[in-house]
């Protein structure tokens, strides 16, 4: 593709020399430029692509995108821009000609349920007897597309180029979490979105956004993007109220709340799933899961909201809904001889921990015990918080490590035990080997307790300082298990 072409309606862009000249890809990093790439030199957090330049451009880059001016010494094709995100963003759109403009793309935003709200979609979507796709913080797959994810939201030229994917394989529609990170930092423009969801919002990421308000701000943009965005809101949160003010175009709402657009009429939780009785516009219908508890039930109000929006017929929603039998990492059970309810769960902010140990307390005849920690070089605020929510709700804790990074694993777990001993309870042990605080859970287990593993969900690793090393909660406990029953 000409370069002209490229840059084909990006705005504000000023361009020395030849248009003319032809663009292989689009790269943001120096290792992946290859002959004739558009190398978009991106300031980021610990780095700046200017620097870069010089190795790009040995890789045999053909023209540079960047927010600075050409320097003299470099005689290639410049394209000077005020944001080099956004209008990078806009040219991998035009490299790969636009893929979201043949898909029914759905987006999906807020603090928690994204991923099951993504799962449940792609489910009630190959019920309907569609063909998608979905990128998201497990995997990126589809027609002709399978990939672990790198991150919840890539950035715009890997989203697009998985899009052609996508669409020249066939595919009808992409299911996308969209993270508040990928919002701010412009990775979604260029996305022609049918339908977004917000599931809700609560303390999260407070290390990158300077405040809940500027979290929400990030949020928001999604409801802006593209020309036939419908937006399907949970108006049971009030960060949700607040964004449906914000939309002139109103919106589809989901809840418990009777103004809902859809609502629940009537449930029931169990150890079992979750059954309930949902009331919409296209008329009243029943719904079973497997999925457990309420944070669940709003996840499936959202999937279902979101999919009558689209024209899904009710029983597609109904056989969807029922045939996901569970989400890596979010509430999975474990199975087990014991009569343990051994569950693993990606709670990792107090209020997701919370959420968890209100479920659990809900469906529980026996004691809830948990096992969690904290991220290093991640907002600290929330450690006590977490350490409340645990010695409130928990009848025995378990802190441990999670992903340190370059912290002290031992110092974060004191912040979490503070916030413990705020609640004047002293139920809880420390055992910073996460292996070991996972075999102290299942040793104090009896028959009917529930054990929660908390913070790492589906992730197969830890991050200890500068080494990344195998560790999945999921393995661990079946190991576990397996050595135990041998005795």
């Known amino acids: 593709m000409k370069l002209k072409d490229v840059l084909a309606g990006l705005p504000g862009a000023r361009i020395t020399g030849k248009e003319e000249c032809e663009i292989r890809d689009i790269a943001y ?18 780095a700046d692509g200017f620097d870069f330049i010089p190795e790009a451009l040995d890789s045999g880059a053909a023209a540079v995108l960047s927010e600075r001016a050409k320097p003299s010494e470099y005689d290639i094709p410049w394209i000077r821009v005020d944001d080099a995100r956004e209008a990078l963003a806009f040219c991998a759109a035009n490299f790969f000609n ?51 994810a790198s991150r919840t939201t890539p950035e715009a030229p890997d989203l697009q180029r998985m899009m052609r994917v996508l669409v020249d394989n066939g595919a009808s529609h992409c299911v ?38 500027d979290y929400f701000q990030a949020k928001t943009r999604l409801f802006i993007l593209g020309p036939h965005n419908t937006a399907v809101i949970n108006t049971d949160d009030g960060w949700g109220k607040k964004l449906l003010t914000r939309l002139s175009t109103g919106g589809t709402t989901f809840g418990f709340n009777p103004q809902a657009t859809v609502g629940i009429e009537d449930y029931r939780f169990s150890t079992d799933g979750i059954r309930a009785t949902v009331r919409s516009p296209a008329g009243r219908f029943s719904l079973e899961s497997s999925l457990l508890g309420k944070p669940n039930l709003y996840n499936i ?47 990792h ?82 055992e910073v080997d996460r292996r070991s605080a996972i075999k102290k859970a299942l040793s104090k287990a009896r028959k009917g307790d529930y054990i929660l593993i908390a913070g790492k969900g589906h992730e197969d690793y830890q991050i200890l300082n500068d080494r990344v090393i195998h560790f999945d909660d999921a393995e661990v406990v079946r190991e576990l298990l397996k050595e135990m029953d041998r005795g």
């Open 349 to 430: 902010t107090d209020d997701a921990l919370l959420n968890l140990l209100t479920t659990a307390r809900e469906l529980s005849r026996g004691r809830v015990i948990v096992v969690f920690g904290a991220g290093g070089d991640r907002d600290r605020s929330k450690r006590p918080r977490m350490g409340a929510a645990a010695g409130t709700l928990a009848d025995w804790t378990i802190v441990t490590s999670d992903n340190p990074r370059t912290e002290n694993p031992e110092a974060i777990m004191e912040e979490i035990v503070a916030g413990i001993r705020q609640t004047g309870r002293d139920q809880f042990e420390v």
């Open 98 to 148: 636009h893929p979201s403009r043949s898909l029914q793309v759905l987006g999906i935003t807020g603090t928690k349920g994204k991923t099951t709200v993504a799962y449940l979609l792609e489910s009630i979507l190959k019920a309907a007897g569609f063909s998608p796709g979905l990128l998201g913080t497990i995997s990126y797959r589809g027609p002709g597309l399978s990939a672990s």
């Open 176 to 213: 996308m979490e969209v993270s508040s990170h990928a919002l701010d930092l412009k990775r979604a423009v260029g996305i022609d979105f049918d339908v977004t969801v917000f599931t809700n919002l609560s303390g999260d990421h407070l290390d990158y956004h300077a405040s809940m308000d």
């Open 29 to 46: 990093s120096s290792q992946a430029v290859r002959p004739g790439s558009l190398f978009a030199a991106l300031k980021g957090l610990r």
């Open 301 to 347: 109000l959202a999937a279902s909201a979101a999919a009558l929006t689209l024209k899904i017929t009710i029983p597609s929603i109904q056989r969807g809904v029922i045939s996901l039998r569970g989400v890596p990492g979010r509430f999975e059970k474990i199975p087990n001889s014991r009569g343990l309810n051994i569950l693993v769960d990606y709670a």
